[in-house]
């Protein structure tokens, strides 16, 4: 299964409501989950099976989505936000997507 | 607290072979299923191994093949990588991961990485 991130760069700003998403080439099962790789660090799961949100994330992340359409949400970005989101599709082997830069406006 | 370490790697010529570590601490590694991602320089991730918890299944990318090993030592806490016939396109960071709750196969905790150069 091959999946598609868009848009590959996103500006936002501070406060806004910011929505990523992802689009498998089959179907996912909602076995779909995001990751957020920040400068310099290995990445960090936000969320697993489509909606469920990783101990100690914050709630303002949130995904959503089935068959081959996926999102994730944030409902008011903040600076430290600022990283590279993946998303990863588990149901049919095991595949990232190419990635979302997002940057401040 | 979960964490996973990695060692091993470094700079090595075309055609070599390394063999990559990762030590686990903080969970009970033996009953979680494991996996190797890598990056290369400036691109995205890609996942390339994953061995069940039991080391009774392992899986890889079609990219590593016959060419990479994915083992664990359950009694050691210590999952392995190793890289056989390798590539300048195996230049990349390499991160070892534990397999969520259920299946295993997507990845909670990641280790910060280990990179390998593969360059004459």
């Known amino acids: 299964i091959q999946l598609t991130q868009s848009p590959s760069l996103l500006s936002a700003s501070v406060g806004d409501r910011v929505t990523l998403s992802c689009k498998g080439s089959q179907n996912i099962n909602n076995y779909l989950a995001w990751y957020q790789q920040k400068l310099g660090e290995a990445p960090k799961l936000l969320i697993y099976?489509?909606?469920s949100l990783q101990t100690g994330i914050p709630s303002r992340f949130s995904g959503s989505g089935s068959g081959t359409d996926y999102t994730l949400t944030i409902s008011s970005l903040h600076s430290e936000d600022l990283a590279t989101y993946y998303c990863?599709?588990?149901?049919?082997?095991?595949?990232f997507g190419g990635g979302t830069k997002l940057e401040l406006k | 607290e979960v964490q996973l370490v990695e060692s091993g790697g470094g700079l090595v010529q075309p055609g070599s072979s390394l063999k990559l570590s990762c030590v686990a601490s903080g969970f009970t590694f033996s009953s979680y299923n494991m996996h190797w991602i890598r990056q290369a320089p400036k691109k995205g991730l890609e996942w390339i191994a994953l061995i069940y918890y039991d080391s009774s299944n392992k899986y890889y990318a079609d990219s590593v093949k016959g060419r990479f090993t994915i083992s664990r030592d359950n009694s050691k806490n210590t999952l392995y990588l190793e890289m056989n016939s390798l590539r300048s396109e195996d230049t990349a960071m390499y991160y070892c991961?534990?397999?969520?709750?259920?299946?295993?196969?997507?990845?909670?905790?990641w280790g910060q990485g280990v990179m390998v150069t593969v360059s004459s």
């Open positions: 991961a534990k397999g969520g709750y259920g299946s295993g196969y997507y990845f909670d905790y």
């Open positions: 099976k489509t909606n």
């Open positions: 990863y599709q588990y149901n049919n082997g095991w595949t």
